[in-house]
């Protein structure tokens, strides 16, 4: 099999490169065993550029923001390619604060967002508690972002990858074993059981597993463990997200669809252990019924741990490698659904044109001083 | 179908009277659509008449005491029937307490003991640390009762279904949809889907169904809800059973096998429903780890609900109903497990005989005004 691009990882990210990438006329072949079993799986969907905002990751927060702008836009070519509809939950955040430590957090990460020019409205626990009566009356104030959304992980990635291959993406179910090689260059991906993909590049969209591709270069990506719980029976319970500091640790609520409700998440650096732990689901548990007492009622319908592509300043891996014909997508950490769209389009123009566009110039994996 | 005795329901107890009747001549059929699916596929497999007794209960404290006297033979005897051998825990269980009002509980169990004549004995929490060193720092004392077992009920289920099967018991996998009756006369089971199978005698072992059989009379069985969790990794971690009462809610923590845990049970009042909520496993998680810090690090692998015949003085019926034909082998609520080989004794000596052997005696329908 030969193609112009040969995507290894069929994730949200090596998916929407891929779908992108077919639209601008290049023949893509993907290479994933199981398309949508990763870091997809237990993702809750959040996009949420503004309350994950960390000091120092202004150009990630850039990068964030610009994907954001491009969601609606991103589900509505999905929609036409597909006939199906990803909702886009709109209802916005609240992140919300329990004891004095708390509360005093909030208010340096309300400044912070000030310093940034980001639109966040504070909130007295009452006020809060009018937006989302699930509350509990021991939350003593909260931030209000109205642009931070959510999707649902479960949904889009069906929809992108019936768009890729309706686009005429081919999707070979194998794992990617090694990069081949011809020379220095990347010329293609071997397979597991035997096989190959042959391709004039090749695009390392492996999550958590991009580090150790056989024959690519070692990256500085590590899994970050997360584990997540479902539940239902949410219906009306709240109206968007919810993220809090419970006593110093952070846990999100996460509405989905008619009555879901996704809890999220430990992060933990544990290698590739996918154990749910009795300590894991205890934790989120013991702090989302503290933040939202009706989520004692719920049913607790899937408990689950992936691992997020981690790297040394949690931002993505965007472009060229040392070698070249390799090209880079991963190490997207805690943002991959958010960046799913704005991934695609700048992989896909590197690919297209061969320059590295502006806004992908910030995350070479040469700031790491690996090439 | 014409046999000696239809049974009702396929769980422990209905194939322990169905195994025990069997050997003693008769000719029986079970009729389950999915024999093991109920209450035993939940419980923990504790036999524990000393460390479940309960103030007001001696009566049933006998039958409990009787059925554990019999549990080695009974284990011998499925050995031999089916090369299986199922076994028994025998490292005993320690009762911890960790405040003042949970030691101060103790001490008046051990009282309540000491009158009715049972070995039990008080250990300061170092002694029970020295016993379970898995226990926390913070358990203030303990009772220890050796007598008191355990077994897997995965494992015994499997066994006695094989062993009735060798004894010539028919299984016939539906749902028994009503009892069939010629003139007042118990005469067998009708089935679900259709057929029906004819009987001489019909015993009613349908758990926490066992109420509302069509044809039967109404029975003071009511579903009494549990959930356990199910962990793995704890090789090593605690010898026998530790049953605690942490700040007055109680919850127990049984080894199973090379390194599993078995971790319950919550008591709820909640008709059939079979929901694991975030509420019962934060609840079990929360007083299993305060008990056993080291259970934070398990590895959880199932969560599930089920539910415990349940009568008004929660203890079983055994013997004759108010239907010529129809006997009662129901109601076992906490001690199913435990019970499984006397209640199989008992029934098949009542079946055989034509009288209610004199264990039985206090645990007749008729003590609740029902005939």
């Not at 799986?41 to 954001?68: K, T």
């Not at 007295?124 to 699930?134: F, K, L, V, Y």
């Not at 071997?190 to 070692?218: I, K, M, N, Q, T």
Request: charged share 20%.
């Amino acid at each position: 099999m030969t193609c112009d691009v040969a995507v290894a990882g069929g994730g949200l990210v090596g998916l929407s490169v891929a779908w992108h990438a077919a639209r601008r006329g290049l023949s893509v072949t993907v290479v994933d065993d199981a398309p949508g079993s990763g870091a997809s799986r237990a993702a809750a969907g959040m996009l949420a550029p503004v309350s994950e905002a960390g000091y120092g990751e202004e150009a990630l927060l850039r990068l964030c923001l610009a994907s954001l702008e491009r969601y609606p836009a991103f589900l509505d070519a999905l929609a036409a390619a597909t006939g199906v509809r990803v909702p886009l939950r709109t209802a916005g955040t609240l992140v919300v604060g329990f004891d004095d430590d708390d509360v005093r957090a909030l208010a340096d990460l309300q400044r912070f967002h000030g310093e940034l020019g980001l639109e966040v409205h504070r909130l007295p626990g009452r006020e809060a508690r009018r937006r989302e009566p699930g509350l509990s009356p021991r939350v003593r104030g909260a931030l209000h972002v109205a642009g931070d959304l959510s999707v649902d992980p479960r949904e889009l990635h069906p929809a992108l990858l019936a768009a890729a291959e309706a686009a005429g993406v081919r999707v070979v179910r194998a794992r990617a074993a090694g990069l081949l090689r011809d020379g220095g260059r990347a010329c293609g991906l071997a397979l597991d059981g035997g096989g190959e993909v042959r391709a004039g590049a090749v695009v390392l969209a492996l999550g958590a597993h991009s580090g150790h591709l056989p024959g690519a270069p070692a990256l500085p990506v590590r899994p970050v463990k997360g584990q997540i719980l479902r539940l239902r029976g949410a219906a009306g319970l709240l109206d968007g997200t919810v993220r809090a500091l419970v006593r110093g640790r952070s846990v999100y609520l996460v509405p989905q669809g008619e009555d879901g409700l996704v809890v999220g998440a430990t992060v933990e650096e544990r290698g590739f252990d996918a154990a749910v732990t009795a300590g894991g689901v205890h934790d989120l548990l013991h702090d989302a019924i503290d933040v939202v007492p009706g989520v004692s009622e719920l049913e607790l319908t899937e408990t689950l741990a992936r691992w997020r592509p981690g790297t040394p300043d949690n931002a993505p891996l965007l472009g060229p490698s040392g070698v070249p014909g390799l090209v880079l997508a991963t190490g997207h950490h805690r943002n991959g659904v958010l960046l799913t769209p704005l991934t695609g389009e700048l992989l896909a123009e590197l690919l297209v044109a061969g320059e590295r566009p502006g806004l992908a110039a910030p995350f070479g994996v040469e700031r790491f001083g690996c090439s």
